[in-house]
Structures are given as structure tokens and as C-alpha cells.
Nanobody, 127 residues
């Protein structure tokens, strides 16, 4: 059973920082999957904001988070991180991670590998 457990969210002021973690389990060869962080606000579709390819570490970001967010992974621990800095109110969302079966880091188009999102972690940015 695939599990993708996101944690580390919270409430911060604009300009603040948070580090999210996503622990993956229930599937083999974690290191062979590209991984992505998505976010969703009520009434809108889930969007991919950051992705990291397999062992070469190539990353991609949605335009609004470039220069502020940084994705990384620890293949030994099967964890993906999202370091978020200079947070803005528009970053408020529930954040999820998933493995990716396909990703174009130039266009940030991707296909998820598993139809399992977990509970996500809430990030709230407000004064």
C-alpha cells in the first residue's frame, strides 16, 4: 500500500519560511522515481510546484515559486523535502507529494505514478 505522508506545514507570516517533508513507503525503487510537490486551494485544481528527477537531482519549479522554493530528496530515507522561503499569502494551500511516472521540467507537465495523495499538510501564510 503506497503511503505518501506530508508534514511540516503550519502558519507563518509573509516572508517566513517552512520546510516540508514527505515520507514515502509501500513501493519499491524510490530512487528511480521522479518526485513532485503539489499544492491545492479550495475550488482549484491541484498544481505541481516543484519536481526533482531521479538520482541526477535535476529540479523544476512553477514560475511563482522559482527562487523561493527548493526541492531535495534523500533516497536512503525515502523522503522528499520542500524548503520554502519568502512565503507569500498566495502560497497558502494544502501541500502534497507524489511520485511521478513522467515529467517535463521545462513545462512542469507531469503524470503521477500513484493514485494516492495522503492527507497533505496545510500551509497558511497570513499577517
Amino acid at each position: 500500500q503506497v503511503q505518501l505522508v506530508a508534514s511540516g506545514g503550519g502558519s507563518v507570516h509573509p516572508g517566513g519560511s517552512l520546510r516540508l517533508s514527505c515520507a514515502a513507503s509501500g513501493f519499491t525503487y524510490f530512487s528511480r522515481y521522479s518526485m513532485g510537490w503539489y499544492r491545492q486551494v479550495p475550488g482549484k485544481e491541484r498544481e505541481l510546484v516543484a519536481a526533482i528527477l531521479t538520482s541526477d537531482g535535476v529540479t523544476g519549479y512553477e514560475d511563482s515559486v522559482k527562487g523561493r522554493f527548493s526541492i531535495s530528496r534523500d533516497n536512503t530515507k525515502k523522503i522528499v523535502y520542500l524548503q520554502m522561503s519568502s512565503l507569500r499569502p498566495e502560497d497558502t494551500a494544502v501541500y502534497y507529494c507524489n511520485a511521478l511516472s513522467w515529467i517535463n521540467v521545462e513545462t512542469m507537465q507531469a503524470r503521477i505514478a500513484f493514485d494516492s495523495w495522503g492527507q497533505g499538510t496545510q500551509v497558511t501564510v497570513a499577517s
